[in-house]
């Protein structure tokens, strides 16, 4: 079983993942589990990042998946998160989002899809926190706007589930998305 969580950043992705990987038994492998170890490397600090540098967390991000399609043990669970922040999705996140299905394929793997969304004034408060600038999130509350405007990434898949978090605990909306594998998985 794969869970994958994508929506913009401040929508509750990594908080989510992380308790319904905990109620699964399931790796998180959040979007930072591959961008961090070359963003350390480059230090950002709120300007652009050097050319090339999503290049790179391409190149994480493709050995990870992989490992995961090839190696990762038939037993495990996998709950990924993925941010978009990008009207329609810039064309790495098309890249991510295909490497992930291809993972689920390759294991035969369920896969459901969950894109969040999330209101202006819950991202603006959610965003500018301490604890996602360690992390090297996006901190900017001024990007809350168009992060609140964005439509839901259009992924092409059989089993979506749409949550708008604003106005839902962490708590409540890993309820939802274990609820929606437990009918998935019983059809």
Known sequence: LIGYLVGPPGAGKYTVGK???????????????????????????????????????????????????????????????????????????????????????????????????CGEAQLRARISTDERRLRFKTTDAEQAPSLASLAPFPINHDWVLDLDTSDLRAADTADRILEELKAGLQT
Do not use: C, K
Request: glycine fraction near 6%; avoid cysteine; proline fraction near 7%.
């Open 19 to 117: 308790l319904v990987a905990a109620r699964l038994a399931a790796e998180l492998l959040d979007n930072h589990f591959w961008a961090n170890p070359i963003f350390e490397v480059v230090e950002p600090d709120g300007r652009p990042l050097p050319a090339g540098v999503w290049d790179r967390v391409n190149h994480v991000l493709s050995a990870v998946l992989e490992t995961v399609a090839l190696f990762g043990p038939a037993h495990r669970n996998y709950v990924f998160t993925h941010a978009v922040s990008d009207p329609g999705g810039h064309p790495i996140d098309w890249v991510m989002a295909g490497q992930i299905l291809w993972a689920a394929e390759r294991r035969r793997a369920r896969l459901l899809v969950v894109r969040l969304a």
